[in-house]
């Protein structure tokens, strides 16, 4: 079942330790298939080198596994509940990254001091509340957070004491959004250490976004 998606989410997750995004078995990647609503995800506790489209494992709208000789991430409800409340999303990655980690341990939304993250978050990058890992606290709470938060236009989400959860039209687009937000997190921690940054206006901001979403790339 879904052969395509499953080969498409078990190689994007070479990329998470080879950006170290992630240590051992921790952090995982889903993609929906539009026309069944079904979800590929990462089998709970194997780890990266042993991972391929064979042990991906598929689940419905609500969880529950549909195919796979595995169980299924311990993220697989929050993933679910981000899909349904979204639809146009496809894709979503969630890690501990370090740095970006870091913001979340001290609960604090990433500034925008960069044309990187202006270009590909469209301002700050939020940090949502504490919620309990394992059911779908955490997807209500990423949800509340990109459609209610400072920055509506963030891909990206860091959760309070926990890590990075990205979402993108495809498993690769939230994969790129995972990358981007671990590096812009390591500059602005380190230009901290330096000093107090400096904040890009919000008119900027939307122009820098606007030009890096309509003109940039091919």
């Known amino acids: 079942m879904l052969e395509k998606l499953r080969k498409v989410v078990a190689d994007l997750h070479a990329e998470l330790p080879r950006n170290n995004l992630v240590t051992w078995t921790s952090g995982n990647i889903?993609?929906?298939?539009?026309?069944?609503?079904?979800?590929?995800?990462?089998?709970?506790?194997?780890?990266?080198?042993?991972?391929?489209?064979?042990?991906?494992?598929?689940?419905?709208?609500?969880?529950?596994?549909?195919?796979?000789?595995?169980?299924?991430?311990?993220?697989?409800?929050?993933?679910?509940?981000?899909?349904?409340a979204m639809p146009q999303v496809g894709g979503i990655v969630h890690t501990h990254s370090p740095y970006a980690t870091a913001w979340a341990a001290l609960g604090r939304d990433i500034p925008c001091v960069l044309t990187a993250m202006a270009d590909e978050f469209g301002g700050v990058i939020p940090c949502g509340g504490f919620a309990l890992i394992g059911g779908e606290e955490i997807g209500r709470e990423v949800v509340r957070v990109l459609r209610e938060g400072p920055n509506p236009r963030s891909p990206a989400v860091i959760m309070q004491n926990h890590g990075v959860f990205t979402v993108g039209p495809t498993p690769r687009a939230a994969v790129k959004a995972a990358i981007m937000c671990e590096d812009v997190a390591r500059t602005v921690f380190l230009a901290c250490q330096l000093g107090e940054p400096i904040p890009i206006a919000a008119e900027d901001i939307a122009r820098l976004h606007e030009r890096y979403t309509t003109v940039y790339g091919q």
């Open 30 to 84: 889903s993609g929906r298939d539009a026309a069944t609503g079904h979800v590929v995800i990462k089998p709970s506790g194997v780890t990266f080198d042993e991972l391929g489209p064979h042990n991906m494992v598929v689940v419905d709208a609500d969880a529950r596994v549909v195919e796979g000789d595995h169980k299924p991430s311990s993220d697989t409800a929050t993933h679910c509940a981000i899909y349904r």
